[in-house]
């Protein structure tokens, strides 16, 4: 679903988030990445988190997407990583094959969560750590309208987990009227990295707004 956006996919990002990704991105890649590292980049886009793991001190990064039209936008900013065309649902990899995992905005765009968690953390060697960074599920969703609004709006549907492309939320114009977001509840969200096995040790609610709009959180096989 990401194919036909991923020519713009970077410029709507940086507006959406009012530069704030690049922040995330930083903080993200710092709480993942030991110098020397074998990191996994799940659902990596278009290579801009692989990057900053790359530049945090990685020994070797693997970026992973199911569109080859953003990967193909990931080669061309750093081919000197390894980019791979794969599904999160079923990574084409060893178990314990990696030091780091690292994803974001993910958890919108897969139909269950809680299997993209296991596989993320079978890949892990144990003891590894996972970092992830999404979209905040009280504030920002289907039912959470909060484009250009200092305090989000809300609305009727906070447990509805549904895959959706309308709904009060979802601003016309914006990212999730073109590819759509499945909504994850907070409880469920953090249940699913739970489930999996691995052990939060620490979630934030990076600034940047009143209200956060996005959470990070670093669990551990």
Sequence with gaps: MFDRIAPVYDSMNRVMTMGLDVRWRRLAAASAVRPGDRVLDG???????????????????????????????????????????????????????????????????????SAVARELARVLRPGAPLVYLGVHPCFVGPHAFVHGLDVPELHPGYRDTSYRQEAPGIWDEGLRAKVGATHLPLGLFLQAFLDAGLRLERVEEPEGREYPHVVALRARR
């Excluded at 070797?60 to 081919?79: C, I, Q, T, Y």
């Design 43 to 113: 659902a990596c886009g278009t290579g801009d988190l692989a990057v900053a793991d790359m530049r945090a001190g990685a020994g070797h990064v693997v970026g992973l997407d199911f569109s080859e039209p953003m990967l193909e936008r990931a080669r061309r900013k750093a081919p000197e990583l390894e980019w791979i065309r794969g599904d999160l649902l079923e990574l084409p990899f060893g178990d314990a094959s990696f030091d780091a995992a690292v994803s974001m905005f993910t958890h919108t765009d897969v139909d269950d969560f």
